[in-house]
């Protein structure tokens, strides 16, 4: 289990790695757990568990304050706000706002943006996002009588068709809004060529990182977007929201807070005990290249190369499970499936298995101790425009770096049995 990086320098320990995570060794039914679950949250290390613990113990109060509890939240504030900064490769922790969830924080900017267009300006969204990247622009828009776009989906692939969006763009469109990666069927979109293109039309973009944040490094300078947001719970942190956004552009938005608010964009109390989960899972992330939590100033390099070891470790399994979802007859992989395109997906496979409905799939799945969800996922979109909405939509298997070869073999031979079970015999919950 124990990889070397390609630098030569330092060896990972991948089940090292997941002896940190508890949650990881629970049993139901007398089995252990297999959670693929992780698009829908992931498992968090017991550093991340015990950083919430001590605000609660240690420091459970206020910001703002003179007396020492107050302070220290105030300085755990900051130092978590740099730590996000350092996971999106910002340079100034001022542009980071945080939130319920990437979904909340959404529907507050797209308020604040939308109020500096103009009727008839226009925005695009693809058919491949989330709904909280779609449905916040399309509400917005009506509001404020915008036009909204899509660009559409390749059903071959099911990836975005980028032939398309030249013709989307215009002198009116003020915003592009696209996911950095699909959580139903797991395609990285190629974000920095679309946002070269809505930058070249004049247009802001927004990208919904959430389902790509705990697969690969992110880059918000590189990228060169406008706003970048995800939630941290879907990168082994607490139930957080947090966004990036360019202060300059921050700064002239309108912001819909009270007076005495302590920024423009966070509303109320924050919620500072799951912000020192965050700034936590971030040191774990960083540890997982340095070997311990390394200091502030090295804490970015150390992100970005533990997030390529990542990508690599989750190519061979998540290939492995890709082989062998291919090999069970009567199970259709949706979207990319050619094994030599792994690095165009992340290892989050939509599938459907002939004569079965996905939530008894994921019924018999959980009686042999294997988490996986059904459904759209909030795709609603993309299971529309493939037609399975009506059907119960997909059986949706996510790998993490926490996730196992014996884990994938293990669920393989569990879809094998169930692909050869008679049509419509499983019972679902």
Known sequence: MAERMAAGMTTIDWAGLRR????????????????????????????????????????????????????????????????????????????????????????????SLVATF???????????????????????????????????????????DLDALDGLLGPRTRLVAVGYASNAVGTVN????????????????????VHYAPHGPVDVRALGCDFLVSSAYKWFGPHLGALWGRPEILAELPAYKVRPAHDRFETGTPAFELLAGTAAAVDYLAAISAGRTPEPDARRAAVVASMEAIVAREAAVGGRLLAGLRAIRGVRVHGITDPDRMAERTPTFGITIAGHHPRAVTTALAAEGIAAWDG????????????????GGLIRLGLVHYNTEEEVDRTLGVLERIAAAPAGSLRAI
């Open 190 to 209: 190629p974000v920095a060529e679309i946002i070269r293109r809505a930058r070249a039309a004049g247009a802001l973009t927004w990208v919904d990182a």
């Open 20 to 111: 940190r995570f508890p949650a990881l060794s629970r049993r139901e039914g007398g089995l252990p757990v297999v959670l693929l679950d992780g698009p829908g949250g992931t498992q968090v290390p017991e550093s991340v568990i015990e950083a919430v613990a001590h605000v609660y113990r240690e420091m459970n109060a206020n910001d703002g304050g003179a007396f020492g509890a107050s302070q220290a939240i105030s300085a755990l504030a900051r130092t978590s706000h740099a730590a996000i900064a350092d996971l999106y490769g910002a340079t100034d922790p001022a542009g980071v706002k945080v939130g319920a969830n990437m979904t909340s924080l959404t529907f507050a900017l797209s308020r």
């Open 118 to 160: 103009s009727p008839g300006d226009e925005i695009v969204v693809t058919e491949l996002d989330h709904e909280a990247n779609v449905s916040p622009w399309r509400l917005a828009a009506a509001d404020r009588g915008l036009v909204v776009r899509a660009i559409p989906v390749r059903l071959d692939d099911l990836t975005l």
């Open 376 to 391: 759209d996922f909030y795709a609603t979109g993309l299971v529309e425009r493939i037609g399975l909405a009506e059907s």
